[in-house]
């Protein structure tokens, strides 16, 4: 998993206990902010991985070069593996392109040819008036098996539902056609996160 200011503690809320998982060998999670500071100091395993290079490429090869050790090693223990990478959309405000995301995105997903029990998760955020973000999430839709996209409530505040989730699947016809979207409501509860059809409650 590489976080970049992803919640954690959301996977717990879908019942992954991540201590657990740690425990057992089964999860590694690699924050930016870490490489940075292992970089810098020359510590970490992944020390020798050129994550301050002012070149962008070069930072997301070193990376993909994290990501793929990781996989390797937890390839080892299970069939399946799922690399969780947390709002990819961040890479942007440090100056990163479009263009290099994608590639990295393209290579990552090379990874689940090499390793046949690996499935990819990608988060991103778009806002307003943000075209790098929209053509992101556009790229990343594309190739994206199912996509979730999810919102708050355009209509305001409401103490039965948190807001609403679309649900986006690409199925074999050609040209890569999606369904058309299945639309939930949701509600986030204090551990738990309940989906349910508009018009029932979340209660």
């Known amino acids: ?6 919640p954690l ?6 019942r992954y206990n991540l201590a657990t998982l740690q425990q057992r060998n089964l999860l590694e999670v690699h924050e930016v902010l870490h490489l940075i500071t292992d970089s810098l100091h020359g510590t970490g395993s992944d020390a020798d991985c050129d994550i301050l290079n002012p070149d962008s490429n070069a930072v997301l090869q070193s990376l993909y070069k994290i ?4 996989i390797q090693r937890l390839s080892e223990t299970t069939k399946s593996v799922c690399l969780v990478l947390g709002n990819l959309s961040d890479f942007l405000t440090i100056g990163m392109s479009v263009a290099s995301l994608v590639t990295f995105v393209t290579y990552l ?3 689940m040819k090499e390793f046949s029990g690996l499935s990819l998760v990608i988060s991103t955020h778009t806002c307003d008036n943000d075209d790098d973000r929209d ?15 999810v919102q708050g409530l355009q209509t305001g505040l409401s103490k039965d539902v948190t807001g609403t989730l679309e649900v986006f699947t690409r199925n074999s016809a050609p040209h890569h056609c999606s ?17 349910f059809a508009p018009g029932l409650s979340g209660k």
């Open 179 to 195: 369904s058309a979207p299945k639309l939930f409501h949701y509600c986030l509860k204090d551990r738990i996160v309940k989906v």
């Open 135 to 149: 053509v992101l999430r556009a790229a990343l839709s594309h190739v994206a098996d199912v996509t979730l996209s």
């Open 67 to 70: 990501i793929r050790k990781s």
């Open 9 to 14: 503690h959301i996977l717990y809320i879908f």
């Open 1 to 6: 998993m590489i976080n970049e200011h992803l």
């Open 109 to 111: 997903r090379g990874l």
